[in-house]
């Protein structure tokens, strides 16, 4: 039957035929997501994964794009209408994984550790879902599988330069939430998550022996001096309301006990919940680094890559997604949500179109609570089905005016 011949269908009534579809495929995208958490790949080198995807979705009669070596942008239904978007990361972390599952990873040192492998497959099914009834859409629906959301500033940046925004009046995606059960999406209006920025210094001096540090450019001292009073430092210049932290993740100096070392790094993030901190943070972090390490007579490099600022989500677009999440999960579904210090790039979609993000449960009630970015992370898997229902949905019954 032609899209000319066939009246659209009102928007719940098509909710309740994707979601029936879904329903009809749910083992198979636990399935595909087994396959994808067995096989994880770095950010930028996720053609396998994307491989994967295409292959689906033009089993579902669908026409996918490449974006570069692993981007996809795939559209669905009458080609002039208003197109909402649906979006998910493809990528892994560089991490062990640590699952005793059968579907564990079968790359060493690397593991689906944030939950990509559910976002992926999850949009895979209101794909193969909203694919069913492209006849009977009013909007048209773009899919949007991005690489590389695990680096800074992250593969958003690529895809929007290559026009996955074109024509898009509204955005939206679910990031899994382990200290959420499964059945439940968290979702607030305004901010949803922090700014994260990257911050690499690189420390150099004389070396020598631990007997004469006066002698020589004392860096490990040096060093130790950084990691510890930089983030009290910025609690001092930056606004206290803007909620800045400063972590480290490597520090690195020294191969010996007697020897003082002429090279040491620290690695960290640099995060805060206030988009103009945010707009400050380089130069003042910069500055206190400078500061700080003067008295020690180290040479000092400093990296600081601005990474991604907060996600913002738009009145309109969260009301959708509240839509949809009540419409696939029942009124007890949708629950409040903190704003997190954890940085994602859908921010830089939302710099350009109104949008939502959505934290969907993946806690299996009464079982343990597990933290992303963590080898040991386990799903509750029925939540694959569940985010390509609330994708689906609010694809379908998207009314956004924000702008």
Known sequence: MSVSSRAPAPAD????????????????????????????ELSWHEERTAGRVADRLVAAGLTPSRVGASGLIVDIGPPDAPVVALRADLD?????????????????????????DVHTSSLLGAGIALAAVADRLTTRVRLIFQP?????????LAMIEAGALKDVEALFMLHCDPATDVGLVGLREGPQTGAADSLSVVLSGRGGHTSRPHLTEDLTFALGKLVTDLPAV??????????????????QAGSAANVIPSVGRAVGTVRMLDALAWADAEAVVTEAIGQLMLPYGVTTEITYVRGVPPVVNAPGATAAMARAVVASTGEDGLVPTAQSLGGEDFA??????????????????????YDLHQGDLRVD??????????????????EVTDR
């Not at 909710?15 to 396959?35: M, S, T």
């Open 381 to 398: 898997e029925r939540a694959v089905a569940i985010g390509a229902k609330v994708l689906a949905s609010t694809a379908v019954g998207a």
């Open 13 to 40: 009534e098509l909710g309740d035929l994707v979601r029936a579809r879904i329903d009809a495929v749910a083992e198979e995208l636990i399935e595909f997501r087994r396959d994808l958490h067995a096989h994880p």
């Open 148 to 156: 590389a959301e695990e680096i800074m500033p992250g593969g958003a």
């Open 234 to 251: 910025l609690s001092r210049r930056l606004d206290p309301r803007s909620g800045v932290s400063v972590v480290w993740g490597l520090v």
């Open 348 to 369: 830089w979609y939302l710099e350009h179109v109104p949008g939502a993000l959505g934290r969907l449960g993946t806690r299996t009630p009464g079982g343990p609570t």
């Open 92 to 116: 892994a972390l560089p991490v062990p994984d640590l699952t005793p599952d059968p579907w564990r990873s079968t790359v060493d040192g690397v593991a689906h550790a944030c939950g990509h």
